[in-house]
């Protein structure tokens, strides 16, 4: 079945740097790749997500992209501000079973010093 | 409602009592899946039903769960018997359609077994 790996775990960046989390996944067959957003108590957030027919996504200070052939995504945030501060996880699509299933990371803890 | 709702928020359990955790979905949406959140990690699959069928329960971590969306709606996850590796944060998710579609999900339910 599909794995999902996720690094760094931990990420402390200034306020207004750019912070990157990297993905890789084991599946070739998974076609879909979301980022949540999961703040303290609170429920994941979907931020952005990809599918396999394009290789870059963007929407304001959030990118993701995809290298099918090497099977790793990766999230780019830039101008972080502290309210970017979160646990951020990625997702690859189960290929097979469900036909809906997400497989996640364990997360990556973003920590936005001002 | 406006998003996908769980009841209870907060339910502590005493080892071997049973317990059921209610998951009320985004009004139309198809797709309704469970995952187990252990503290600091990734949500973890469990189950996923498409209207009234459950697909695949092939996540379920043992004969205790059981889940049910009998009228294709409300959705129903009984632990039976509840013991200390079960304490975690349930999430209920949603979407429109089962495969590369956004999970919207509910904010959980947090169970604690002592």
């Known amino acids: 079945g599909e794995n999902v790996e996720q690094h760094p775990s931990t990420l402390s960046v200034q306020e207004g740097d750019s912070a990157v989390i990297k993905c890789t996944y084991s599946?070739?067959?998974?076609?879909?790749f979301p980022w949540y957003k999961q703040e303290l108590g609170k429920r994941p957030q979907l931020i952005i997500d990809?599918?396999?027919?394009?290789g870059e996504k963007k929407d304001q200070r959030i990118a993701v992209t995809l290298n099918k052939t090497a099977k790793h995504f990766s999230l780019h945030i830039t101008e972080t501000q502290p309210e970017d501060s979160a646990v951020y996880f990625c997702?690859?699509?189960?290929?097979?079973?469900?036909?809906?299933?997400?497989?996640f990371g364990k997360g990556t803890k973003l920590s936005v010093k001002p | 409602g406006a998003g996908v709702s769980q009841s209870p928020r907060y339910k502590v359990a005493k080892r071997g009592q049973d317990v059921a955790l209610r998951c009320d979905p985004i009004?139309?949406?198809?797709?309704l899946f469970w995952y187990q959140q252990a503290l600091g990690q990734g949500p973890e699959f469990l189950t996923y039903?498409?209207?009234?069928?459950?697909?695949?329960k092939s996540g379920l971590p043992s004969d205790r769960f059981f889940a049910e969306r009998p009228e294709g709606s409300v959705s129903t996850l009984k632990i039976q018997r509840t013991q200390q590796e079960d304490s975690a944060v349930y999430l209920c998710?949603?979407?429109?359609?089962?495969?590369?579609?956004?999970?919207?999900f509910g904010n959980g339910t947090r169970l604690t077994v002592t």
């Open positions: 990809i599918r396999s027919n394009v």
């Open positions: 599946d070739s067959a998974s076609n879909y």
């Open positions: 009004s139309g949406h198809v797709s």
């Open positions: 998710a949603s979407s429109v359609q089962g495969r590369n579609s956004p999970l919207h």
């Open positions: 039903f498409q209207n009234e069928a459950q697909l695949d």
């Open positions: 997702a690859a699509s189960s290929a097979g079973g469900s036909q809906g299933n997400l497989i």
